[in-house]
């Protein structure tokens, strides 16, 4: 079946059709990693996007019911060049195209996806429309045209849980796959807030000693405060995160009372609450292979990446933050630790899936920070 690819600026693409017919709009954005389309589907950061990847061969080794980082995927629609329709891996129970369509995703192939890269690249990222009902371009763009952008959106209210639940699952082992953890062993309370959390975030925690409960992004700072928490971790999520005033205001009431670590949207948001600003980057980091280095430490990380929108480092306060990491491609802030209340962030993915696990120390950086202050 035909499928179209339009952008609002009016550039278009013609392929065929890959997982269910229908219409979408999205910003198409583009993400530059080899392998974990599993993870990047299912991860709600991507929530309002239509997201190309680079690599020109996606489904090579299928789909399983491990891999994914949500109860579901989340992005608008997904591009690729060539989808293989005979995946080959042990673990595989399902091709790319059955699972899009048993999860209701609109996607394209067969365009030419390099191409579109560098017209992002160019132009940056824009609204666009993937459509297998109207083919006409012309339409297609006005469509496009017409769709609300990511900036000034609150996204979270459409990905976060309804209510509080608690998360026992540890990390993957090959030989025995998830295991579950005895929360009753647990050394360190934790409070999540759920602005589109990957489960390897908790997994993480929970294998490190933590008992974590995971909130709605609306729970106020006195709710949290009462489940008595050694940290808060604030975690990933989708768009802009200047909209996300009662966040804000939740962590600024938390900042000092108990240790906080965020990871991506949380780095952003923690760089607002303590005075900073963000703005939209013209094409994002989305990746495996972002080169972040650690000023205290002196060494070069090599991150997985997700987001639109950075902190403008001339924002923050020199006398309240520290930058502690930042992009070795753009000098984009990375990282940031307060002066004097026991919180960090950093905006990229220490849990990886997918991605190298350079940063994985970060966790255990918070449970020194909770061990600390406990």
Not at 185 to 214: E, H, M, P, W
Request: proline fraction near 5%; include cysteine; aromatic fraction near 8%.
């Amino acid at each position: 079946m035909k499928a179209v690819l339009a952008l609002a600026d009016g550039k278009y693409f013609v392929g065929t059709s890959l997982g269910v017919a229908g219409e979408v709009t999205g910003e198409v954005v583009f993400n530059t990693s080899m392998t974990g389309y599993q993870e990047i589907l299912t991860d709600p950061s991507y929530h309002g996007e239509i997201v190309t990847m680079t690599y020109p061969q996606i489904g090579n080794y299928g789909i399983n019911d491990e891999d994914v980082e949500s109860s579901k995927p989340h992005l608008s629609g997904f591009v690729v060049r060539e989808a293989c329709p005979f995946p080959s891996n042990f673990r595989s129970q399902m091709t790319l195209d059955t699972y899009l369509k048993q999860n209701n995703i609109v996607a394209i192939e067969g365009i030419d996806t390099r191409a579109l890269v560098r017209h992002i690249r160019t132009t940056g990222a824009q609204t666009g429309v993937i459509s297998t009902i109207d083919t006409d371009p012309h339409s297609l763009t006005k469509k496009a045209q017409a769709a609300p952008g990511l900036v000034g959106r609150d996204l979270v209210r459409e990905v976060t849980c309804d209510a509080p639940y608690q998360f026992h699952q540890g990390l993957w082992d090959l030989a025995t796959g998830y295991t579950e953890v005895d929360p009753a062993a647990a050394q360190y309370q934790v409070v999540a807030f759920d602005f589109g959390i990957k489960r390897n975030i908790l997994r993480n925690l929970t294998s490190r000693g933590c008992k974590v409960t995971v909130v709605p992004a609306a729970t106020r700072a006195a709710e949290v405060l009462k489940l008595h928490p050694d940290g808060v971790f604030l975690s990933n999520g989708p768009g802009d995160p200047e909209p996300l005033y009662y966040v804000q205001e939740t962590i600024r009431e938390l900042l000092g009372k108990v240790p906080i670590f965020g990871i991506c949207l949380g780095h952003q948001l923690l760089s607002i609450a303590c005075g900073g600003q963000t703005y939209k980057l013209k094409f994002g980091h989305r990746g495996g292979n972002q080169p972040v280095l650690n000023c205290q430490r002196q060494q070069v990380e090599i991150t997985s990446q997700n987001h639109g929108f950075a902190v403008d480092a001339r924002t923050l306060k020199a006398d309240m933050v520290k930058v502690t990491h930042f992009n070795l491609n753009d000098q984009t802030v990375e990282g940031i630790t307060h002066l004097e209340y026991p919180a960090f962030s950093v905006q990229y993915h220490p849990e990886a899936s997918p991605g190298p696990h350079d940063a994985a120390y970060l966790f255990d950086q918070f449970i020194a920070m909770m061990q600390e202050h406990k």
